[in-house]
């Protein structure tokens, strides 16, 4: 087991550290023993009052979120990070047996960056988890050189997306977005009037080895919209292909 040892490691050079939140203990030692078989260090919590705790303590670097948890919702302990801590980068991964669409999507507006239904395969969990990672270690070291992928977008409209300060706006108003929504966002508003399939989409943002389904993008894309409002009319859906984004004409 060297290997995955060798590779979850954080910028310092340590372990990258897993918060597992779950209150049912069978499902909460099967998730932590596939964490540390990858790898990983784990933190883990029963209740959503001893996340917080120590999540403002130890500062993980991922959070593996239940939402129906003693005391504190999962969706409170969300709801605290990314707007009472303000830990909007923080990487949550909400693994629920709430399935129902209003779930996923409440989840996913809330600031988590993918949702799981239980039951799952601990492995799938794993995967997403060092995705995630990847993806947001890419972020950080990403390069200043001019490439396109750092540059500000400001369109005819008056959308204005800033991926160095992971900041975006409408007309003068920001709007929050997860990592995913913004990353989605920026890729199709970069290349406006492009038709992305929702495969191209997985595989840009989140990488070809991302266990995603097509179905949990159009959610995303769904979040964004609403976020986005009546910028949002501008993320247009490709009836049997994706979707693209395209400003109307004045």
């Known amino acids: 087991m060297q290997g995955p040892n060798m590779q979850n490691t ?18 909460q030692e099967l ?18 009052d001893e996340a917080l705790r120590i999540i403002q303590t130890n500062e993980p670097n991922l959070v593996v979120l239940d939402l129906m948890l003693p005391g504190i919702s999962g969706l409170e302990v969300l709801k605290n990070l990314r707007f009472v801590m303000n830990l909007k980068s923080l990487p949550v991964i909400i693994a629920s047996a709430r399935t129902e669409e209003s779930d996923i999507i409440t989840g996913l507006e809330l600031g988590a960056d ?10 799938v ?20 050189n001019g490439d ?22 409408f007309k003068g108003e920001e709007i ?11 890729l199709m508003v970069s290349e406006s009037g492009r038709v992305f399939t929702r495969n191209q989409l997985i595989s840009t943002v989140k990488g070809s080895d ?33 979707y693209k984004y395209q400003e109307q004409e004045s």
């Open 31 to 48: 998730i932590c023993y596939h964490l540390r078989m990858e790898g990983f260090q784990v933190e883990r919590a029963s209740a959503g």
């Open 210 to 242: 991302y266990p995603v389904t097509e179905r949990s993008i159009d959610v995303q894309i769904a979040s964004l919209r609403r976020k986005l409002g009546v910028a949002g009319e501008a993320v247009k859906t490709v009836w049997g292909i994706g």
């Open 114 to 123: 993918d949702y799981l239904p239980k039951p799952f395969s601990p492995k």
């Open 10 to 27: 954080s910028a310092s050079g340590g372990k990258q550290t897993i918060l597992v939140v779950e209150d049912e203990m069978d499902i």
């Open 125 to 144: 969990l794993t995967a997403k988890v060092k995705a995630l990672l990847r993806r947001v270690q890419g972020d950080r070291e990403a390069p200043t």
């Open 148 to 169: 396109i992928a750092q540059k500000n977008v400001i369109t005819p409209a008056g959308l204005t997306m800033d991926p160095l300060r992971h900041t975006c706006s």
């Open 176 to 186: 929050n977005f997860t990592a995913t929504e913004f990353a989605l966002l920026y």
